[in-house]
C-alpha cells in the first residue's frame, strides 16, 4: 500500500530558528509537490521537484528531492510568524494522470 | 489571468440529497481533478479529467461521479448523501495531467451534510 509519511505532524517553533520537516513515500516515482494551506484556504503550490536530487528556493523555505532513498525535505530558515500553515507534501504515483497521494500535512506555528 | 473558480463555496444538504459541484478550470488548462479533504482522512484523490474523458479515479464508492465539459469544466456528484460525505472538496487544473509540472487549486467548495 502506497504510503506518504510527514513528520513532524505538529510543528511549534520560535522566530528565527530553522527546522526542517520530512516527507517520505513508499512507491516509485520523480515528482513531489509541497503545498501550503492556510486555515479555511485552498492549497497553495510551494515547490514542484521534478527529478533526483532536485533543489528549489522561494524566500525562507527550501525543498530538495531524493528519489533513491524516497525522501523529500522542506526546510525552513530563520523562521517568521507568516509561515504559520500547514505544508504538505505530495507524491504523483501516475505521472499524466494527476493521482496525487498526499502526505497528512505538518502544522507549523511559528511563535515571537 | 483567472484561478480555479469552484461553485457553490458552501453547500448544506441532508442526508440522502444528492448533490452537483462545479469546476471551473484556469483558462487553457484540459485536465481538473478533485480531492476531498476531511479532518480524519485529509486529503484523497477522487477523479482526473481530461479532455472529457475520466483517466483516473481514487478508491470512493460510485456514489461520487463526475463529468468534464467540451470547454473543460468539471462537475462531480455526490448521490445518496452521508454524514461522513462532509467535507472540503478541491478541484485542481493542469495544461494536461502532472507531466506538465504543476496543478493549481480552487478555493473549495465546503460541503455539511446533515
Known amino acids: 500500500e502506497l504510503k506518504v509519511e510527514q513528520n513532524p505532524l505538529f510543528l511549534s517553533m520560535q522566530e528565527g530558528k530553522n527546522y526542517t520537516i520530512y516527507c517520505n513515500y513508499s512507491?516509485?516515482?520523480?515528482?513531489l509537490y509541497w503545498y501550503r494551506q492556510d486555515p479555511g484556504k485552498s492549497l497553495e503550490s510551494l515547490f514542484v521537484?521534478?527529478?533526483?536530487?532536485a533543489v528549489k528556493q522561494e524566500g525562507r523555505l527550501m525543498a530538495s528531492l531524493d528519489t533513491k532513498a524516497r525522501l523529500s525535505t522542506l526546510h525552513i530558515t530563520a523562521a517568521v510568524h507568516d509561515l504559520s500553515a500547514t505544508y504538505f507534501c505530495?507524491?504523483?504515483?501516475?505521472?499524466?494522470?494527476?493521482?496525487?497521494?498526499f502526505g497528512a500535512g505538518t502544522r507549523l506555528t511559528v511563535k515571537p | 489571468k483567472a484561478g480555479v473558480t469552484q461553485t457553490p463555496r458552501y453547500l448544506i444538504k441532508t442526508r440522502g440529497q444528492q448533490v452537483t459541484l462545479s469546476c471551473s478550470p484556469i483558462?487553457?488548462?484540459?485536465?481538473v481533478s478533485w480531492y476531498q479533504q476531511t479532518p480524519g482522512q485529509g486529503l484523497q484523490f477522487l477523479f482526473e479529467?481530461?479532455?472529457?474523458?475520466?483517466?483516473n479515479k481514487g478508491n470512493f464508492p460510485g456514489r461520487f461521479s463526475g463529468r468534464q465539459f467540451s470547454n473543460s469544466r468539471s462537475e462531480m456528484n455526490v448521490s445518496t448523501l452521508e454524514l461522513g460525505d462532509s467535507a472540503l472538496y478541491l478541484c485542481?487544473?493542469?495544461?494536461?495531467?502532472?507531466?506538465?509540472?504543476?496543478?493549481?487549486f480552487g478555493p473549495g467548495t465546503r460541503l455539511t451534510v446533515l
Open positions: 479529467y481530461f479532455s472529457e474523458t475520466q483517466r
Open positions: 483558462s487553457g488548462h484540459r485536465s
Open positions: 512507491t516509485t516515482s520523480d515528482r
Open positions: 485542481a487544473s493542469s495544461l494536461a495531467g502532472l507531466a506538465t509540472g504543476e496543478q493549481f
Open positions: 505530495a507524491v504523483d504515483i501516475s505521472y499524466n494522470n494527476n493521482d496525487m497521494r
Open positions: 521537484l521534478l527529478s533526483n536530487g
